[in-house]
């Protein structure tokens, strides 16, 4: 693992710089941690939505931005001007922006990761905290919608070779609705009540700081993808585990990942390398050649996602290569 640029700016969204960390007199509850890139299009609708979603709870926000070219940086100062902005002056991936914003802002009791792409439902981090206290877990998640209204399925089991297998066979919704067989838990009824679950989608996450201080930072070298399910299976390891709670809320709006082809290839390569770390050489081969079954499979249906995918996971230096920026380019026309 790798630990967040240290010499990133930290700046006061007026454009003036700031020397040190920044700290109140009085600590916040919550550290609330923005990692955002080129995202000026959605990031003031959850900045604006902070106020009503955080209720009677202190907070300080840190927004780290990941080198964006367009007005995030703006767009950030318009929205909350009294937040910490830090400027990485680089695309370092989304673990990278949580370490950096979790390093300059001493945190209170717990902190929260958020996309920019997320809007906080009213009161949705006072039940986040309620429910960290009532389960003494080490991450919690609020149920999540889409901009429709309609549930995200954001409860995860942990990655395992039947559960590929069962997602290669019937698809992962289906899969998802059989007992445990599923990685993605897809029936609407596991989200009625609070819940136990191995890891979830990374868009809003409240972490313990005990649980930061025993398993942080995020792991850098996944980029993007896979480093909050590593994080959250470290965390389980460690007996810090991960709840699902109703009565928080929040909506995501969601990026492109199953429909941009660059993203799909380091979405499903990363899936791979978190699963040969974690189970060894021979494991981590057949759980490769699964995957590659897997999107071959479709990628003959005429997916151009998967078509990228099988492309990366069958090129040895994609796979083995590091991680980056780069990672996320895709010609179509290969």
Same mark, same amino acid.
């Given at each position: 693992?790798?630990?967040?640029?240290?010499?990133?700016?930290?700046?006061?969204?007026?454009?003036?710089?700031?020397?040190?960390?920044?700290?109140?007199?009085?600590?916040?509850?919550?550290?609330?941690?923005?990692?955002?890139?080129?995202?000026?299009?959605?990031?003031?609708?959850?900045?604006?939505?902070?106020?009503?979603?955080?209720?009677?709870?202190?907070?300080?926000?840190?927004?780290?931005?990941?080198?964006?070219?367009?007005?995030?940086?703006?767009?950030?100062?318009?929205?909350?001007?009294?937040?910490?902005?830090?400027?990485?002056?680089?695309?370092?991936?989304?673990?990278?922006?949580?370490?950096?914003?979790?390093?300059?802002?001493?945190?209170?009791?717990?902190?929260?990761?958020?996309?920019?792409?997320?809007?906080?439902?009213?009161?949705?981090?006072?039940?986040?905290?309620?429910?960290?206290?009532?389960?003494?877990?080490?991450?919690?998640?609020?149920?999540?919608?889409?901009?429709?209204?309609?549930?995200?399925?954001?409860?995860?089991?942990?990655?395992?070779?039947? !559960? $590929?297998? +069962?997602?290669?066979?019937?698809?992962?919704?289906? *899969?998802?609705?059989? @007992? &445990? %067989?599923?990685?993605?838990?897809?029936?609407?009824?596991?989200?009625?009540?609070?819940?136990?679950?191995?890891?979830?989608?990374?868009?809003?996450?409240?972490?313990?700081?005990?649980?930061?201080?025993?398993?942080?930072?995020?792991?850098?070298?996944?980029?993007?993808?896979?480093?909050?399910?590593?994080?959250?299976?470290?965390?389980?390891?460690?007996?810090?585990?991960?709840?699902?709670?109703?009565?928080?809320?929040?909506?995501?709006?969601?990026?492109?990942?199953?429909?941009?082809?660059?993203?799909?290839?380091?979405?499903?390569?990363?899936?791979? !390398? $978190?699963? +040969?770390?974690?189970?060894?050489?021979?494991?981590? *081969?057949?759980?490769? @050649? &699964? %995957?590659?079954?897997?999107?071959?499979?479709?990628?003959?249906?005429?997916?151009?996602?998967?078509?990228?995918?099988?492309?990366?996971?069958?090129?040895?230096?994609?796979?083995?290569?590091?991680?980056?920026?780069?990672?996320?380019?895709?010609?179509?026309?290969?």
């Amino acid at each position: 693992m790798t630990r967040a640029c240290e010499s990133a700016t930290k700046i006061r969204p007026n454009g003036g710089q700031v020397s040190g960390v920044h700290k109140r007199q009085d600590p916040a509850n919550v550290t609330l941690v923005i990692v955002t890139y080129n995202s000026a299009g959605v990031v003031g609708g959850l900045l604006t939505s902070i106020p009503v979603g955080l209720g009677n709870v202190r907070a300080r926000v840190v927004v780290v931005d990941n080198g964006s070219t367009d007005n995030t940086i703006e767009a950030v100062s318009a929205a909350a001007p009294d937040a910490l902005l830090i400027a990485t002056g680089r695309n370092g991936g989304y673990a990278a922006g949580i370490n950096a914003g979790v390093a300059a802002a001493e945190p209170g009791t717990a902190i929260l990761v958020l996309n920019p792409d997320v809007r906080l439902g009213p009161e949705c981090v006072p039940e986040l905290l309620k429910a960290l206290d009532r389960t003494g877990a080490g991450i919690v998640v609020p149920r999540l919608e889409d901009a429709s209204g309609r549930l995200i399925p954001s409860q995860r089991r942990e990655p395992t070779l039947l !559960r $590929l297998l +069962a997602d290669l066979v019937l698809g992962a919704e289906r *899969a998802g609705r059989i @007992g &445990t %067989l599923g990685e993605v838990v897809t029936d609407a009824t596991a989200y009625e009540a609070a819940v136990k679950t191995d890891w979830a989608e990374g868009s809003t996450m409240l972490i313990s700081t005990e649980c930061w201080k025993e398993v942080g930072p995020w792991d850098e070298t996944f980029f993007l993808y896979s480093e909050e399910t590593d994080f959250a299976l470290r965390a389980r390891d460690a007996g810090l585990e991960c709840w699902y709670t109703p009565t928080a809320q929040a909506t995501h709006l969601e990026g492109g990942s199953s429909t941009t082809p660059g993203l799909w290839r380091l979405l499903v390569v990363n899936k791979w !390398r $978190l699963y +040969a770390r974690r189970h060894g050489r021979l494991a981590g *081969a057949l759980f490769l @050649g &699964t %995957l590659i079954l897997r999107e071959a499979s479709r990628a003959v249906l005429g997916r151009p996602t998967s078509r990228a995918a099988l492309a990366g996971l069958l090129s040895r230096d994609f796979r083995r290569g590091p991680v980056g920026a780069h990672s996320i380019r895709y010609d179509v026309s290969t």
